[in-house]
């Protein structure tokens, strides 16, 4: 691993600043109140909401009673967990986080990831109006500064149509989403030859990585598949979600894509992820999650995202 020269870390770290500034006082001015979340998640809480994280991959540390926590995986966890259910149903909280999240990578060594993030909880109006609120402030943010970018949007209830119609066991099922969620082709085209699927539904699998690009091209593929009423709204959300996006960045850094899966469960609506050229990793990610409030049993309209700062500093910084 190469050192960095103390001017260079400097740098970065006055430019990270510069960056949440600016962030902060955009989000400020629209509204947003800054929330600092638990830096400990119970382990046992955390993996109800997402079944697919490893755990090794988890930093996991004994409270003083012998209670597994883990130290904070994911923001949007905690606020599910931690938030919502002190949350009064038909409010609106919208609010904004700069702090970090820790994973274990596969050698065992614990890796820090700064990340900025973005909530808007219930809804004045309605889930489209409040989709389009978060996405558009998404790409404001981004638009702060010079960097080069593409925004990826799926909607999740597109693929959850798709399982409910398979019909699979969970162990396949839990299989399929990993194959999907890193767009692999061999292995999708292997587990359908293992598994008894319909033709319809085997069809949309078949097509389902090239489902991507315009909604219209979208539509054109799916052209003599049968779609169930849930595939039709996912389409239509998102078609509604392009008429509120500006024409000129649709043309130039929105890619709509069916096949978009988060290893996160608890996505239920729009998904989006964004990319820069000298990242290796996703510089944004997001989406609606319309948690459950335990309390009252009721869900909780919530869309939000989140940016990886330390991706941002770097493609800031490459770009002068």
Known sequence: MTT????????????KLNIKRAFTDLLSDEGYLFYEPETFEPYDAFIRVNERIKPSSMVKVLDNTG???????????????????RFRNGGTIKLFYDTDIYAQSNGGVVEKMAQFGVEYLGSSTSTEASDSETVNLMLKLCDLFNVDYVVEIGNQKFLDALFKQMALPNEALHELKEIITNKNVSLLSAFMSRHPIKVNDKKLLDMLFRLEGDIDDIEEKLTGIRLDNMMKEALNELRLLRSTIETTTLKRKIIFDLSMLSKYDYYQGIT???FTPSANRALIKGGRYNPINKTTNQRIPAIGFTIDMDALVKAVNQNG
């Open 67 to 85: 209670h597994i926590l883990v130290l904070r995986p994911d923001v949007t966890t905690t606020i599910i967990n931690q938030l919502i259910p």
């Open 4 to 15: 960095k020269s103390i001017e260079e870390t400097f740098n970065q770290q006055q430019t």
């Open 272 to 274: 989006f992820q964004g």
